[in-house]
């Protein structure tokens, strides 16, 4: 009777599923056709209840187990519970017969970058002495293009089937495990991770040092609660996100929970208070306490803790055994791996991505699937910056990215660094904690700008600020961002006497600190979701003003989105940019709100919404200030108002509402610039005639020049627009002229030039046409293979019919429409 042996398959499903399955298809007509034992597939149900922890089906009773490795495998597969069930089974089986069973059969499913763990490198007997195609390519593309590589996919099923037939008769069995004793297998995978783990942290740095003085957060009690329910059950309070807060030092940040939100206008320091978390991970020079850091077996998965600490003992210093507890000498969340992840690429890096990023010199070493694991088991945290630089269009997306591995590693700590915008409040629930940094304190400014200040410029430069905020308040509330006071001292040591630095220059140079210029139009291909028409400063400028006089009689940190949103839907404004998106963009660009909540809009203090509401009525005639400023009394408001007109008066120059950071303030457009002039079509026949052409700015889609024009190779790129360029009548004209600085020609016509020869200008040009009348009987040069974008030349002879050789055959090949045509006479 012929043995029937068992084998289960171990991949990452969802996954190439169609693949796979037409992959063990073929396995298996393969075992069927071969001489020796029968093989059956422990195939799973049809709607199995487990999930990737369980690990996958048969694994624990199989004789054989197939597993498709590849880096999704790893890091999102069921590899981890596999291999801990298969290394069980193995040492079950030598300890009771002394011989060690081979269970597993590693299979190259896609190519795997990462050095593989110890019991996968063990058990992978195929890679060696196989065909090249399938250590570059992996089983997966073999599968695809299996008409391709059918050499090589043939060789490597006659390995596998052999391979399992020598598996299968080794006469070795391993014991079968139940469902109790496979969920209780130890790790496998990891015993490789704890001395990469030392190399890792050697490798992390944190990005920025810390600065000179302690923060504060407030805590948003309400953040936690579902919306509409009141945290003891009763009717909500307005404003429930913001209704109570508790400050917190940001050293106690780890002990409300998780999963933190951090929101908070740019430039308040939250990648500064990351970097302070980082650095107290790396410090730790000890492994978390039994317990800390990992989330307790009984806890309900993807909960952040937060409800099990309440922030009443987290203000009291006192514990109740959460991860991350008060001490110096502890890591947060008792995580020694921080995972910073920056975004401003526009996108975050992938899990298998996250080594090369943080520490690329360690990224050799790393086993396939650590950061995985580490997340898993809670031993890592994530820390999210610059979520705010990410392109509109791809922000939907990276966020959904995130909150899917947050959901898949309900362990792993996380704090998200935001201003709010694009943040999908209804997705979080009541897994993240709202936290937001509280402002500088007068006393904090001026300790951070005397630790900032280092040269004798910046000294005196300082003496002259601090004896400003003696008697300005409204210097000194502008200045309650680390970023705003970086960006007072620059200004006050800008010019050579500090104390001539007019009062609404520092003003503006605080308010505008974080504002970030658009992406100037370049030749590189577009950053992918980027809007092609993005909001011109000077509406940003104008928007911020009107949202600011329209929140004057409201509390600055808490302006519902509704009025907000009223306040920028301007009628008879001419942009085409939309509430929403001037809001996302004073946010994003400008820096002067944020979104701590859902329906919630906030500038960073109310001396920015003073500044802004000011310049706003000084720069905006008709506007009935004196009927305002008695609906809403404000005595900075105007005395700001006093000097901003006294100062236009006196000058009699109109000042922009905001002046962007690394150029001169700029004014308001009052209206669009008068349309260049343009012509379809200009004809030329000396240089004198192309420089009046020059001189006059016009757009000349189509330039015909007849005789001998000099100059040519100067005046083609200072010619806006044009597309097509037409040398007639020239017989002096041996050579084309310059064409590489014409970016935007396409066409080049090239009439009764008999004596031009050299084509090289085309190598260096943008032209995708050309035609030559008439071309003498000879060969195509072959300068025209050195070109980039021609795609059609059109050769016209006044002679006898041209050879077929005198086109050649590479150039054929590389130009299937050069076509060389007979004048026709008569």
């Known amino acids: 009777m012929v043995p029937v042996y068992r084998y289960a398959v171990s991949y990452a499903p969802g996954r190439d599923e169609a693949w796979v399955a037409r992959f063990l298809d073929e396995l298996r007509r393969r075992l069927d056709a071969a001489d020796g034992p029968r093989f059956r597939r422990l195939v799973p149900p049809a709607a199995p209840t487990g999930g990737r922890d369980e690990g996958s089906y048969g694994v624990g009773t199989a004789d054989i187990v197939l597993a498709l490795c590849s880096p999704a495998y790893f890091n999102e597969g069921p590899a981890q519970r596999d291999w801990a069930v298969l290394a069980l089974r193995r040492s079950l089986g030598q300890a009771r017969t002394g011989v060690a069973p081979q269970l597993a059969l590693p299979l190259v499913w896609e190519p795997v970058d990462r050095r593989l763990p110890e019991p996968v490198a063990t058990a992978d007997v195929l890679s060696a002495g196989r065909p090249a195609e399938y250590r570059s390519l992996g089983l997966a593309l073999l599968t695809m293009q299996a008409a391709r590589h059918r050499a090589a996919w043939d060789r490597v099923l006659d390995a596998i089937v052999a391979r399992m037939t020598a598996m299968a008769t080794a006469g070795a069995a391993a014991p079968e495990l139940d469902d109790r004793l496979a969920a209780e297998a130890p790790d496998a995978l990891s015993a490789d991770d704890a001395a990469f783990t030392e190399r890792f942290r050697q490798e992390v740095t944190p990005v920025l040092p810390a600065l000179p003085v302690a923060r504060t957060v407030s805590v948003l009690r309400g953040s936690g609660d579902a919306p509409g329910t009141a945290p003891d059950g009763g009717d909500p309070p307005p404003d429930q996100a913001l209704a109570l807060t508790v400050p917190l030092a940001a050293e106690l940040l780890p002990e409300l929970g998780r999963r933190i939100l951090l929101v908070g206008p740019p430039g308040a320091g939250h990648t500064t208070e990351l970097a302070r978390l980082v650095r107290r991970a790396l410090d730790d020079g000890t492994p978390g306490r039994p317990g800390a850091g990992h989330a307790s077996d009984d806890a309900t998965p993807g909960r952040s803790g937060a409800a099990q600490t309440p922030e009443d003992d987290a203000v009291t210093g006192r514990s109740r055994g959460v991860p991350g507890s008060v001490g110096a000498g502890w890591a947060p969340w008792g995580c020694r791996i921080p995972f910073v992840l920056s975004a401003r690429s526009g996108a975050l890096p992938r899990l298998d991505g996250m080594v090369p990023t ?73 897994d993240f904690r709202v936290v937001g940094l509280r402002p500088l304190a007068p006393d904090d400014t001026r300790a951070l700008l005397n630790a900032r200040a280092t040269s004798p410029g910046d000294r005196q430069a300082l003496d002259v600020l601090l004896r400003r905020f003696d008697t300005d308040p409204l210097l000194v509330g502008v200045a309650d961002r680390p970023a705003a006071a970086a960006a007072l001292l620059r200004a006050a040591g800008s010019v050579g006497r500090p104390e001539r630095v007019p009062r609404h220059r520092l003003l503006r140079a605080a308010v505008s600190a974080v504002w970030r210029r658009p992406r100037e139009e370049t030749t590189a291909p577009p950053v992918p979701g980027l809007a092609a028409n993005q909001v011109p400063d000077s509406v940003l400028r104008a928007a911020s003003g009107r949202l600011a006089v329209s929140a004057l009689g409201l509390d600055c940190s808490r302006i519902p ?215 003498p009987n000879l060969p195509v040069p072959d300068d025209l293979r050195r070109t980039r974008w021609l795609s059609r030349v059109d050769l016209v002879t006044g002679g006898p019919r041209a050879r077929q050789g005198s086109v050649p055959a590479q150039l054929g090949a590389v130009f299937p429409e050069i076509r060389i045509r007979r004048r026709l006479h008569g």
């Open 358 to 430: 943080l520490a690329p010199l360690a990224a050799a070493q790393e086993p396939a699937g650590w950061a995985a694991r580490q997340l898993r088991s809670g031993r890592a945290f994530l820390a999210v910056d610059d979520l705010d630089a990410v392109p509109e269009g791809n922000r939907a997306a990276v966020w959904e990215w995130l909150l899917h591995l947050l959901e898949t590693h309900p362990r792993a700590p996380c704090v998200i660094a935001t201003n709010g915008t694009g943040v999908p409040w209804s997705r979080l629930g009541d």
């Open 561 to 775: 989105l509704r009025t907000a949103l009223s306040a920028l839907r301007e009628p008879g404004i001419s942009h085409s940019a939309s509430s929403e998106r001037l809001l996302a963009a004073l946010a994003d660009r400008a820096g002067v709100v944020f979104r701590p909540g859902p329906d919630t809009v906030a500038f960073p203090n109310p001396e920015v919404r003073t500044f802004l509401a000011a310049h706003h009525l000084a720069h905006m005639p008709g506007t009935d200030t004196d009927e305002l400023l008695r609906a809403h009394p404000s005595a900075e408001l105007g005395e700001l108002l006093r000097q901003l007109r006294a100062v236009e008066t006196g000058t009699g120059t109109v000042r922009s509402v905001l002046a962007a950071p690394g150029g001169p303030p700029r004014r308001l457009s009052a209206g669009s610039p008068p349309p260049r002039p343009a012509v379809r079509r200009a004809d030329v026949r000396s240089s004198d005639e192309l420089r009046a052409l020059l001189r006059a700015g016009t757009a000349v889609p189509e330039l015909r020049c007849s005789g001998t024009v000099d100059g040519l190779a100067e005046a083609l790129p200072r010619l806006p627009g044009l597309r097509s360029l037409v040398l007639s009548d020239d017989p002096s004209l041996v050579a084309l002229p310059e064409l590489a600085g014409c970016r935007s020609l396409r066409s080049l016509r090239l009439l009764r030039c008999p004596n031009l020869r050299d084509l090289t200008a085309l190598e260096s040009s943008a032209v995708m046409f050309l035609d030559i009348d008439p071309w």
